[in-house]
C-alpha cells in the first residue's frame, strides 16, 4: 500500500470547533461521497458530524454533530459518539458508533440522506468498541465485528461477530480472531478490532484491522488484513503476519495520540482492483492510503499467520 502524497487529507481544525477529525467513515453517494465523521471539539467532547465530497477528497463537513430521531426505540442516552462506520444494506446506510451508555458500547443508527439520522437499540452491553457490519445479511441475518472491552483504555481485545434477525436484537456470539502471540506477530499482540466494512471477494471477506502492541512509549497502532469464509465469517482462512501499514510519517507519529494508524473506511472496485483506505493518524488527522486488492490478497496469503 502506498500513501497519498497529500496527507492529510482533512486537517484538525477543518471545522470552527474542532479539535481533531479522525476514525470517520465514508461511502459512495449519488455523484459523489457522504461520510459520517469523528469530529472532537475544542472541549474535547467527541461526537460524530456528516460530510459531503465530490471526489473523496475534499470534504465539506457539517460544524454541527449528527441530530438522532427515534428510529426502533425510544431515544437513548448518550455521553459521547466516536470512531463511526457507515455501510448501505438493503434500503439504507447504517451506521455503527461507540457509544456512551454508561462506558462504551455499540451504537447504531440508519439514514437515507445523511441529513435525518434515526437511532435504534444499543447492539450490547457495555463496554464494547469496534462495532463493523458486514454490507450484506449472511446466512439471512444482519452480522456484525465486535471487540469487548472495559471501560479505559482497554490493554487487551479480541474480534467477535454477533448476529441479529432485525438489527435490534443480537446474540450467538462466536470469536472470530484473538491477539498474535508476541513471538510471531508483536504489532497485534496487545489487542485488535475490526476496520472498515468488510469487502465480499473471490476469496472470501477482506478485513483490514488494527492491530496493537504495548510499547515502552505505549500503545503503537498498525493496520493489518484477514480474509474470512463468506458463509461462516468466524473461520479465518489468512491472516497477515507483517502489517500493511504503520506509524511513520510525522502526522501518523504526532498528535493528540502518537504512533497510531487507524482504519475506518474503505472504497473499492473490484473490477478496476482498486482500494482507498481511510484512516485517523495520531487520533488528529485524516489520511488516505491506495492499494491493489489484488496484490493485497496475495500478500496476506503469502504472509499468513
Not at 438493503?90 to 451506521?95: A, G
Amino acid at each position: 500500500m502506498w500513501r497519498y502524497s497529500e496527507n492529510p487529507i482533512i486537517e484538525r481544525y477543518a471545522t470552527p470547533t474542532s479539535n481533531s477529525i479522525f476514525n470517520s467513515a465514508v461511502v459512495p453517494f449519488k455523484d459523489g461521497y457522504a461520510g459520517v465523521f469523528r469530529c472532537d471539539n475544542k472541549a474535547v467532547q467527541m461526537n460524530i458530524h456528516a460530510g459531503f465530497s465530490k471526489n473523496g477528497i475534499d470534504w465539506d463537513i457539517n460544524p454541527e454533530p449528527i441530530f438522532m430521531q427515534a428510529g426502533n426505540t425510544e431515544m437513548i442516552q448518550s455521553d459521547y459518539k466516536y470512531d463511526p462506520r457507515v455501510t448501505f444494506i438493503e434500503d439504507r446506510y447504517w451506521v455503527t458508533w461507540c457509544n456512551g451508555y454508561h462506558g462504551p458500547t455499540i451504537g447504531i443508527a440508519y439514514t437515507f440522506d445523511f441529513i435525518e439520522f434515526f437511532q435504534c437499540e444499543n447492539a450490547f452491553l457495555p463496554f464494547n468498541r469496534n462495532g463493523v457490519l458486514f454490507p450484506k445479511k449472511i446466512n439471512g441475518k444482519y452480522a456484525m465485528l465486535s471487540r469487548p472491552s472495559d471501560n479505559g483504555h482497554t490493554p487487551f481485545g479480541d474480534i467477535y461477530i454477533s448476529y441479529s434477525p432485525d438489527m435490534k436484537f443480537w446474540g450467538e456470539h462466536r470469536c472470530v480472531m484473538k491477539v498474535a502471540p508476541f513471538m510471531d506477530s508483536a504489532w497485534q499482540c496487545t489487542k485488535i478490532g475490526a476496520g472498515p466494512v468488510p469487502i465480499l471477494t473471490n476469496e472470501g471477506w477482506l478485513l483490514f484491522y488494527h492491530g496493537v502492541i504495548n510499547t515502552c512509549n505505549g500503545f503503537r497502532y498498525s493496520v493489518g488484513a484477514a480474509i474470512l469464509e463468506e458463509n461462516q465469517p468466524d473461520v479465518v482462512k489468512y491472516r497477515t503476519q507483517p502489517y500493511l501499514l504503520a506509524p511513520a510519517e510525522q502526522y501518523e507519529l504526532t498528535g493528540d495520540v502518537p504512533n497510531v494508524v487507524f482504519p475506518c473506511a474503505a472504497l473499492h472496485s473490484l473490477e478496476e482492483d482498486k482500494l482507498a483506505l481511510y484512516y485517523g493518524a495520531a487520533d488528529t488527522v485524516t489520511a488516505l492510503a491506495f492499494g491493489q486488492i489484488s496484490e493485497i490478497i496475495n500478500f496476506i496469503k503469502q504472509n499468513s499467520l
